[in-house]
């Protein structure tokens, strides 16, 4: 477990989505255009999200998306200001995105 958990702490800030939503892939996708593929994107349904929702989620997280910072995981609405804000700070650096 603690193996697991340093692998996702070393892809941080993460953006976990929905998958099979059409909307929400369209979303995902473009947040990770305005972040220049600076924030690693994941599924809820590939093997890293099933491994972060085991880690640090639970079950009810496939209800919304969640962005993942060093200190918090933030969930739909409330998401999203914490999104924005990591998008204009230039501390984030390039992650491989986890698509699967």
Same mark, same amino acid.
């Given at each position: ?10 892809v941080i800030p ?13 979303? !995902? ?13 994941? +599924?809820?349904?590939?093997?890293? +999200? ?9 079950? @009810? ?13 933030? +969930? +739909?609405? !409330? !998401? ?5 804000? @990591? ?14």
């Open positions: 477990m603690l193996n697991s958990i340093m692998e996702i702490k070393e993460i953006v976990v989505f929905d998958d099979q939503c059409y909307s929400c892939i369209k979303f !995902a996708r473009f947040v990770d255009f305005i972040t220049r593929k600076k924030i690693t994107m994941t +599924g809820h349904y590939s093997d890293f +999200g099933i491994k972060i929702r085991n880690e640090i989620l639970d079950e @009810s997280a496939l209800d919304m998306f969640w962005f993942i910072d060093k200190t918090r995981a933030y +969930g +739909g609405r !409330a !998401a999203l200001f914490p999104l924005i804000k @990591s998008i204009f700070t230039k501390k984030i650096k390039k992650v491989v995105n986890y698509k699967n």
